[in-house]
């Protein structure tokens, strides 16, 4: 029996050995190597240049295979080429395996690329040697002072600009109020009203004589509760105000017009909202 297992083994190998065969290889250069060195290893194809291509990544811990490719040479042989990155620092000068590797061949016998020694160092010794500049560690080196005095000064020109910016634009809306509350009507009325210190009974007509005059100077004529659609033509912008004109001019016509006693008191009617809202939609009209 035990005979016999060996007997099916040898044939096993036989059978493997005849299946397989040792590739010409070109190898890389076996020394002077670091991190981050690439290794190129050349493999001689059959004829026919067919072979599974091998797969890439990590080879162990020293390596990692990149893309394999094939190239003819003059003699138009077909070689696959294959890089090996160093991907690890050795401690000290260290001998490496470029691993072996196997490639089936369709319809042939297998290549077999053995391993191949090469030799690691580190980029630098462990321990520095202590003589002159050359110690374990250095001081720290101190930073480079910025100049802030260009900064100091560009911040002071942007808000000085920014000052004057904001100078001029309150300059421009004090000037435009004051020029709106000499030429719109209803801005000099408005203005006219807010000034108004007086609480008694003439202080309230006057307000009503100025919204009186600003309405008759937008319309260019005088207006009452029957000539409104002049002033709406002469001022369309009035027109979504039409049901509060006619009942200041309600109001207006009772206060001085009545000779009994109003049924309704000027507080349920707020002239200065009035006025305001007329105000602000003729200077929306003049921009």
Known sequence: MRFFARGLAAITLCSIALTMQAATVEQPRAFGHVIGDVLTQRILLPSKGNVAMPSTGRAGVWFERRNPRIEHDAQGRAWLTIDYQI????????????????????????????????????????TAFSTGDLQALRPDRQAWVVGTAPLRRQMTWTLG????????????????????????????????????????????????????????????????????????????????????????YQHSGERFFASRELPLSDAEFSLPDLCRSLYRAQRRQQR
Do not use: I
């Open 87 to 126: 991907t690890n620092a050795p401690q000290a000068l260290t001998t490496v395996m470029l691993p072996s590797l196997t490639l089936n061949v369709p319809g042939g016998s297998a290549l077999q690329v053995p391993e191949w020694p090469v030799s690691v160092s580190p980029l630098t010794p462990q």
């Open 161 to 248: 600009v920014l000052a004057l910016t904001l100078l001029a634009w309150f300059g421009w809306w004090q000037w435009r109020n004051r020029r709106d509350a000499e030429r719109l009507p209803f801005a000099r009325a408005w203005n006219e009203m807010r000034g108004s210190k007086d609480d008694g009974k003439n202080s309230g007509a006057r307000d009503w004589l100025c919204l009186h005059r600003a309405l008759n100077e937008t319309a260019g004529q005088v207006v009452h509760a029957g000539t409104l659609a002049a002033l709406f033509a002469k001022a369309p912008y009035l027109r979504p105000m039409h049901a509060q004109l006619e009942r200041f």
